[in-house]
């Protein structure tokens, strides 16, 4: 079965720590594999998505198919980074996102 | 082009009531996924069009929801006799799953 697992809801941070969100996944074949992030009043925008290797806003993503993780990270956090963040799957053999439950990032000053 | 419309933001109605939703896509993506979304959880699966061709529906989707695409460009979800376990965030998305979807606001449904 596809499936997503974000463990922590709430990731707690002081501005300029490093933060590392956790993703892990359950997919028997290659799957794409994305960050979407949503701030406050605002709509699910995608962040970031393995195959692109990129960087979007410090953030960078590694896709460890030995672990099945794809965790979100970014050296020096800001608190414009404080949103809710989710993990997503998409299987080559359909064309939907399975999504994790989230992760709450909060930045403090 | 201003991205994903969903219209109503809100609808608050009583049980048993039907209700309908309305995506409008980004004119040049021809999939449209609907999603729901209740308190505490990610977005979850329910239906997807390629054009008008309905591909794929989660066991989600009861048979008291329906979705359609006429023409393949706007979409409308319908609930039936709705119930109070079918209040949620219902999320319109198009593009392509491979290359990331592009979502809309959402309409915020509460069954009283």
Known sequence: ??????????????KGAPVELKCNYSYSGSPELFWYVQYSRQRLQLLLRHISRESIKGFTADLNKGETSFHLKKPFAQEEDSAMYYCALNGRSTDKLIFGTGTRLQVFP | DT??????????????QNVTFRCDPISEHNRLYWYRQTLGQGPEFLTYFQNEAQLEKSRLLSDRFS???PKGSFSTL??????????AMYLCASGQGIYGYTFGSGTRLTVV
Do not use: M, N, W, Y
Not at chain 2, 3 to 16: A, L, N, Y
Not at chain 2, 78 to 87: A, C, K, L, V, Y
């Open chain 2, 3 to 16: 991205g994903v419309s969903q219209d109503p933001r809100h609808k608050i109605t009583k049980r048993g």
């Open chain 2, 78 to 87: 319908e609930i039936q006799r709705t119930e109070q376990g079918d209040s």
């Open chain 2, 67 to 69: 979705a359609e695409r």
């Open chain 1, 1 to 14: 079965a596809q499936r997503v697992t974000q463990p922590e809801k709430l990731l707690s941070v002081f």
